[in-house]
């Protein structure tokens, strides 16, 4: 059998069982505890804790006293405080973001333009998560520093008119907060916000005590550790840590079922009263189906989701150490409709999780067709290898960044599971590998057809 027969067949073999590895599910559990197994099994996952509270009941699965980054769960603590700024009058909702912010300014269509406070506690601001157009902060910078750098940055959207997910809204909702109060962000929100509400296991940024569970990343159907310092002017979006046993209290007060100081209440009411139809967002909630509030988090390390009804008087919190985002809310909201009497579904897999699947599989053929591509002497066969595999990367490294919204070099090293560097790094060598043999057979020819040989 030929050496192209023999890669093709094999290539279709490894894919073909990547595929069927991918779509399959397991029966659907209808216990807790299995459920969790299951989420672990198929993401690799080494660390999930989970906290359920049930008319009153609270209960924990996992580790309830480590301490993970809850990601975007954050918005909803920074949410808060503004929310309590404006009960207290201290902000206006509707005035100008430059009024607490001097000199920061937006442009649509080139147009001086006002983004409101409301703006960006509704994700209506026109800024948008594309790393390209409104980069995070470098890991040096103030939240200052930061906003006076984006400042004057064009929108892509007017002010008001379209929801669009951005950290830059909350980020720069932490600045408004330092700059009306006269404190740092970090001070503000831990003498303000966690010690009144007893969040006595939640911090702004990197946690000062407890026990923190290391963040991993995926790669090679493995979950590695891997660490990530947070950056200052990040945190207000996205970076606090907290644990199950505080996000179990964080759901007692959300459903109303906790005893807080009278100067929240009025702002917990306002928060509920903005999210009326499905998919309306305000102050770091999202209003889900059947009248369910909550919110979704994910980092280069970490994701979590919690989800509560407070007429139902359910809730569930889901805190992981690895980065699949979309199993970590499937998980969330299975265990949401067990608390609801209904049947779980199955588990969503994670983008990252199939890119490590696919990934993987790419790095042991592209292993394989080095080999391959190093003993055939078939012109044809390496000119068609060479190629396709040309265009396979090519189209990684041209869509990637345009899909993500990101350079590819934060994509590889910060986001995507190791198997993609991997995978791109194989392919190229095969490239490399094939194209100069093509090169030399062609100058070897060519010798010999001029007698020079």
Known sequence: MSTQRITAILAIFLITAVFLRSISQAANPNDIEDLIKQYQQETKCNHVSVVVYNHGDVSYYGDSEGLYQIGSMTKAFTGLAISKLITERVIDENGV??????????????????????NLLEQKSGFTNNEKEYPSAAA????????????????????????????????????????????????????????????????????????????????????????????????PAGYFYSNTEDMGRWIEICTGNSDIPEDFKESFSKIKEQLKAEGDYYSGW????????????????YSSRIAFDDKKQIGVCVLSNL??????????????DILSGRDPGALTKDIWTIFDIVFSAVTAVGAFLFGAIFITKRRSLLLGCDTILIVLLALVLILFPIIFGAGMKEIVFTWA?????????????????????????KRYADHNKTGKG
């Open 323 to 336: 980065n699949v985002a979309a199993t970590t809310d499937s998980l969330c909201n299975n265990i949401f």
């Open 286 to 301: 999202e209003l889900f189906a059947d009248g369910v509030t909550g919110h979704s988090g994910g980092t280069p390390n």
């Open 97 to 118: 973001i430059s009024d607490y912010i001097p000199g920061f300014e937006g442009y649509f269509d080139s147009r001086k333009v006002n983004i409101t406070v409301r």
């Open 140 to 235: 040096t910078e103030t939240l200052a520093e930061w906003a006076d750098r984006i400042s004057g940055s064009e929108l892509n959207s007017i002010p008001g008119a379209e929801y669009a997910y951005s950290n830059v809204n909350y980020n720069l909702l932490g600045l408004v907060i330092e700059n009306v109060s006269g404190m740092p962000y970090r001070d503000y929100i831990e003498q303000n916000i966690l010690l009144p509400l007893g969040l006595k296991n939640t911090y702004v940024g990197m946690p000062y005590s407890g026990r923190i569970v290391e963040g991993t990343r995926l790669g090679y159907r493995h979950a590695f550790d891997f660490h990530m310092a947070v950056k200052e002017a990040s945190i």
């Open 417 to 441: 599971p190791w198997s993609l560097a991997g995978g791109i790094l194989t392919v190229a060598g095969d490239i490399v590998c094939a194209t100069i043999k093509l090169l030399t057979g």
